[in-house]
Protein backbone atom coordinates (compact mmCIF):
# COMPACT_ATOMS: atom_id res chain seq x y z
CA UNK A 1 0.00 0.00 0.00
CA UNK A 2 1.53 3.46 -1.08
CA UNK A 3 1.80 6.87 0.90
CA UNK A 4 -0.48 8.27 -0.59
CA UNK A 5 -3.20 5.63 0.23
CA UNK A 6 -2.26 5.87 3.72
CA UNK A 7 -2.29 9.35 4.01
CA UNK A 8 -5.89 9.33 2.59
CA UNK A 9 -6.73 6.64 5.34
CA UNK A 10 -4.89 8.72 7.80
CA UNK A 11 -6.67 11.51 7.42
CA UNK A 12 -10.60 9.72 7.13
CA UNK A 13 -9.50 7.98 10.68
CA UNK A 14 -8.85 11.62 11.95
CA UNK A 15 -12.13 13.00 10.69
CA UNK A 16 -14.13 10.04 12.08
CA UNK A 17 -12.65 10.00 15.20
CA UNK A 18 -13.79 13.36 16.14
CA UNK A 19 -16.65 11.89 17.58
CA UNK A 20 -14.42 10.73 20.32
CA UNK A 21 -13.70 14.68 21.46
CA UNK A 22 -17.55 15.77 21.35
CA UNK A 23 -17.69 12.70 24.14
CA UNK A 24 -14.75 14.14 25.85
CA UNK A 25 -16.42 17.67 25.61
CA UNK A 26 -19.51 16.38 27.37
CA UNK A 27 -17.49 15.07 29.84
CA UNK A 28 -15.70 18.12 30.37
CA UNK A 29 -18.63 20.39 30.42
CA UNK A 30 -21.64 20.81 32.31
CA UNK A 31 -23.10 22.67 29.92
CA UNK A 32 -22.40 22.45 25.87
CA UNK A 33 -20.92 25.96 24.87
CA UNK A 34 -24.10 26.27 22.01
CA UNK A 35 -22.05 29.61 20.46
CA UNK A 36 -19.32 27.92 20.31
CA UNK A 37 -21.02 24.90 18.10
CA UNK A 38 -23.01 27.54 16.09
CA UNK A 39 -20.33 28.93 14.65
CA UNK A 40 -18.26 26.04 14.17
CA UNK A 41 -20.85 24.18 12.47
CA UNK A 42 -21.61 27.19 10.33
CA UNK A 43 -18.09 26.90 9.58
CA UNK A 44 -17.94 23.75 8.73
CA UNK A 45 -20.83 23.80 6.34
CA UNK A 46 -19.13 27.25 4.45
CA UNK A 47 -16.02 24.78 4.13
CA UNK A 48 -17.74 22.36 2.70
CA UNK A 49 -19.99 24.26 0.14
CA UNK A 50 -17.58 26.70 -0.88
CA UNK A 51 -14.90 23.39 -1.76
CA UNK A 52 -17.58 21.23 -3.24
CA UNK A 53 -18.82 23.70 -5.56
CA UNK A 54 -15.47 25.94 -6.21
CA UNK A 55 -12.98 22.87 -6.76
CA UNK A 56 -14.44 19.75 -6.14
CA UNK A 57 -17.42 19.56 -8.65
CA UNK A 58 -15.43 21.51 -11.47
CA UNK A 59 -12.56 18.67 -11.02
CA UNK A 60 -15.44 15.84 -11.56
CA UNK A 61 -16.49 18.04 -14.58
CA UNK A 62 -12.99 18.24 -15.98
CA UNK A 63 -11.82 14.66 -15.44
CA UNK A 64 -15.32 13.50 -16.70
CA UNK A 65 -15.26 15.71 -20.09
CA UNK A 66 -12.16 14.88 -20.67
CA UNK A 67 -13.05 11.11 -20.67
CA UNK A 68 -16.58 11.34 -22.17
CA UNK A 69 -16.70 14.34 -23.91
CA UNK A 70 -18.67 17.92 -22.84
CA UNK A 71 -21.59 16.61 -23.57
CA UNK A 72 -21.72 12.77 -21.72
CA UNK A 73 -19.53 14.02 -19.76
CA UNK A 74 -21.58 17.02 -18.38
CA UNK A 75 -24.55 14.30 -17.42
CA UNK A 76 -22.23 12.09 -15.81
CA UNK A 77 -21.32 14.71 -14.04
CA UNK A 78 -24.47 16.13 -12.73
CA UNK A 79 -26.12 12.74 -12.76
CA UNK A 80 -23.38 11.78 -10.21
CA UNK A 81 -24.29 14.64 -8.03
CA UNK A 82 -27.30 14.33 -7.41
CA UNK A 83 -26.71 10.72 -6.82
CA UNK A 84 -24.75 11.43 -4.23
CA UNK A 85 -27.11 13.89 -2.45
CA UNK A 86 -29.79 10.83 -2.64
CA UNK A 87 -27.53 8.27 -1.11
CA UNK A 88 -26.91 10.64 1.85
CA UNK A 89 -30.91 11.37 1.74
CA UNK A 90 -31.83 8.07 1.64
CA UNK A 91 -30.00 6.97 5.05
CA UNK A 92 -31.05 10.08 6.49
CA UNK A 93 -34.82 8.70 5.92
CA UNK A 94 -33.85 5.28 6.81
CA UNK A 95 -33.36 6.23 10.66
CA UNK A 96 -36.02 7.09 12.42
CA UNK A 97 -35.78 10.79 14.33
CA UNK A 98 -35.36 9.32 17.80
CA UNK A 99 -32.53 8.01 17.13
CA UNK A 100 -31.21 10.35 14.33
CA UNK A 101 -28.05 12.48 15.19
CA UNK A 102 -29.30 15.21 13.54
CA UNK A 103 -32.70 15.39 14.89
CA UNK A 104 -31.46 18.14 17.39
CA UNK A 105 -32.81 16.96 21.28
CA UNK A 106 -31.95 19.12 24.09
CA UNK A 107 -29.61 16.00 25.73
CA UNK A 108 -28.65 17.85 28.87
CA UNK A 109 -32.63 17.75 30.08
CA UNK A 110 -33.61 14.42 28.88
CA UNK A 111 -35.87 12.89 31.70
CA UNK A 112 -36.21 9.59 30.83
CA UNK A 113 -35.79 5.86 32.38
CA UNK A 114 -31.96 4.49 32.23
CA UNK A 115 -32.97 1.80 29.95
CA UNK A 116 -34.57 4.15 28.03
CA UNK A 117 -31.67 6.43 27.27
CA UNK A 118 -29.28 3.48 27.35
CA UNK A 119 -31.37 2.47 23.84
CA UNK A 120 -31.29 5.75 22.52
CA UNK A 121 -27.04 6.29 22.89
CA UNK A 122 -26.89 2.88 20.89
CA UNK A 123 -29.32 4.06 18.64
CA UNK A 124 -27.50 7.08 17.99
CA UNK A 125 -24.37 5.03 17.72
CA UNK A 126 -25.72 2.90 15.17
CA UNK A 127 -27.34 5.64 13.25
CA UNK A 128 -23.86 7.75 13.27
CA UNK A 129 -21.68 4.93 12.12
CA UNK A 130 -23.99 3.85 9.05
CA UNK A 131 -24.14 7.64 8.12
CA UNK A 132 -20.43 8.10 8.65
CA UNK A 133 -20.37 5.56 5.86
CA UNK A 134 -20.23 7.34 2.68
CA UNK A 135 -18.59 10.48 4.60
CA UNK A 136 -15.65 8.26 5.04
CA UNK A 137 -15.47 7.25 1.17
CA UNK A 138 -15.98 10.67 0.25
CA UNK A 139 -12.78 12.01 2.57
CA UNK A 140 -11.17 9.02 1.46
CA UNK A 141 -11.54 9.82 -2.57
CA UNK A 142 -10.60 13.73 -1.89
CA UNK A 143 -7.59 12.94 0.30
CA UNK A 144 -6.34 10.46 -2.68
CA UNK A 145 -6.50 12.89 -4.82
CA UNK A 146 -5.41 15.82 -3.48
CA UNK A 147 -4.41 15.51 0.31
CA UNK A 148 -3.69 19.44 0.67
CA UNK A 149 -7.30 19.40 -0.39
CA UNK A 150 -8.94 17.51 1.64
CA UNK A 151 -7.16 19.19 4.59
CA UNK A 152 -10.07 21.87 5.31
CA UNK A 153 -12.41 18.94 4.55
CA UNK A 154 -11.17 16.79 7.39
CA UNK A 155 -11.30 19.93 9.68
CA UNK A 156 -14.96 20.13 8.15
CA UNK A 157 -16.27 16.64 8.45
CA UNK A 158 -14.37 16.18 12.40
CA UNK A 159 -15.67 19.66 13.52
CA UNK A 160 -19.39 18.14 12.63
CA UNK A 161 -18.55 14.51 14.06
CA UNK A 162 -18.09 16.87 17.48
CA UNK A 163 -21.81 17.16 18.35
CA UNK A 164 -22.80 13.35 16.74
CA UNK A 165 -20.15 12.29 19.37
CA UNK A 166 -22.15 14.27 22.48
CA UNK A 167 -25.11 12.93 20.93
CA UNK A 168 -24.43 9.27 21.73
CA UNK A 169 -22.07 9.99 24.81
CA UNK A 170 -24.80 12.04 27.04
CA UNK A 171 -27.69 9.63 27.13
CA UNK A 172 -25.21 6.51 27.78
CA UNK A 173 -23.36 8.34 30.17
CA UNK A 174 -26.61 9.30 32.06
CA UNK A 175 -27.88 5.90 31.59
CA UNK A 176 -24.64 4.14 33.57
CA UNK A 177 -23.25 6.78 35.03
CA UNK A 178 -19.93 5.53 33.19
CA UNK A 179 -17.22 7.74 31.33
CA UNK A 180 -15.84 4.77 30.40
CA UNK A 181 -18.70 3.04 27.92
CA UNK A 182 -19.98 6.45 26.81
CA UNK A 183 -16.91 6.90 25.32
CA UNK A 184 -16.38 3.85 24.03
CA UNK A 185 -19.70 3.44 22.29
CA UNK A 186 -19.01 7.66 21.06
CA UNK A 187 -15.50 6.45 19.60
CA UNK A 188 -16.54 3.13 18.08
CA UNK A 189 -19.44 4.93 15.95
CA UNK A 190 -16.70 7.22 14.14
CA UNK A 191 -14.75 3.63 13.40
CA UNK A 192 -17.52 3.59 10.33
CA UNK A 193 -15.90 6.42 8.39
CA UNK A 194 -12.25 4.69 8.01
CA UNK A 195 -14.50 1.60 7.69
CA UNK A 196 -16.59 2.95 4.91
CA UNK A 197 -13.18 4.53 3.24
CA UNK A 198 -11.54 1.06 3.40
CA UNK A 199 -14.59 -1.05 2.37
CA UNK A 200 -15.18 1.69 -0.66
CA UNK A 201 -11.92 1.36 -1.95
CA UNK A 202 -11.07 -2.47 -2.02
CA UNK A 203 -14.67 -2.64 -3.83
CA UNK A 204 -13.93 0.21 -6.02
CA UNK A 205 -10.25 -0.93 -6.55
CA UNK A 206 -10.88 -3.75 -9.25
CA UNK A 207 -12.80 -1.48 -11.68
CA UNK A 208 -11.35 2.28 -10.86
CA UNK A 209 -10.73 4.14 -13.75
CA UNK A 210 -11.03 7.86 -14.49
CA UNK A 211 -14.42 7.63 -15.52
CA UNK A 212 -15.41 5.79 -11.81
CA UNK A 213 -12.79 8.37 -10.42
CA UNK A 214 -14.60 11.44 -11.50
CA UNK A 215 -18.40 10.14 -10.91
CA UNK A 216 -17.20 9.64 -7.04
CA UNK A 217 -15.73 13.26 -7.25
CA UNK A 218 -18.77 14.89 -8.16
CA UNK A 219 -20.95 12.62 -5.94
CA UNK A 220 -18.55 13.59 -2.81
CA UNK A 221 -19.45 17.04 -3.35
CA UNK A 222 -23.24 16.19 -3.23
CA UNK A 223 -22.80 14.21 -0.01
CA UNK A 224 -20.94 17.47 1.33
CA UNK A 225 -23.57 19.95 0.38
CA UNK A 226 -26.05 17.65 1.52
CA UNK A 227 -24.65 17.36 4.67
CA UNK A 228 -24.31 21.30 4.97
CA UNK A 229 -27.73 22.21 4.30
CA UNK A 230 -29.95 19.36 5.63
CA UNK A 231 -27.15 18.68 9.15
CA UNK A 232 -24.99 21.64 9.64
CA UNK A 233 -26.41 24.87 8.86
CA UNK A 234 -30.04 23.73 10.73
CA UNK A 235 -28.20 22.22 13.66
CA UNK A 236 -25.79 25.62 13.56
CA UNK A 237 -29.26 27.54 14.05
CA UNK A 238 -30.74 25.32 16.44
CA UNK A 239 -27.95 26.07 18.73
CA UNK A 240 -27.35 29.76 18.59
CA UNK A 241 -28.76 32.73 17.09
CA UNK A 242 -29.25 32.77 13.10
CA UNK A 243 -26.67 35.51 12.78
CA UNK A 244 -23.93 33.20 14.37
CA UNK A 245 -24.43 30.44 12.20
CA UNK A 246 -23.92 32.48 9.33
CA UNK A 247 -21.03 33.99 10.35
CA UNK A 248 -19.71 31.03 10.51
CA UNK A 249 -20.64 29.63 7.16
CA UNK A 250 -19.17 33.32 5.91
CA UNK A 251 -15.96 32.35 7.95
CA UNK A 252 -15.56 29.01 6.50
CA UNK A 253 -15.72 29.63 3.12
CA UNK A 254 -13.47 32.45 3.05
CA UNK A 255 -10.70 30.30 5.10
CA UNK A 256 -11.79 27.65 2.05
CA UNK A 257 -11.40 30.18 -0.21
CA UNK A 258 -8.06 31.76 1.22
CA UNK A 259 -6.09 28.01 1.52
CA UNK A 260 -7.25 27.26 -2.13
CA UNK A 261 -5.67 30.46 -3.15
CA UNK A 262 -2.45 29.73 -1.46
CA UNK A 263 -2.21 26.13 -1.27
CA UNK A 264 -3.97 24.36 -4.17
Not at 110 to 131: C, D, S
Amino acid sequence: MNSSILTAFALTAIAGLATGIGSLIAFLAKHTNKTFLSVSLGFSAGVMIYVSMVEIFPTAQEILTKELGERSGSWVNVISFFLGMGLIALIDKCIPSEENPHEIKNLEDENRQPQKLMRMGLMTAIAIAVHNFPEGLATFVSALQNPSLALPIVVAIAIHNIPEGIAVSVPIYQATRSKKKAFTYSFLSGLAEPLGALIGWFLLMPIMNQVIYGAIFSAVAGIMIFISMDELLPAAREYGQHHLSIYGLISGMIVMAISLLLFI
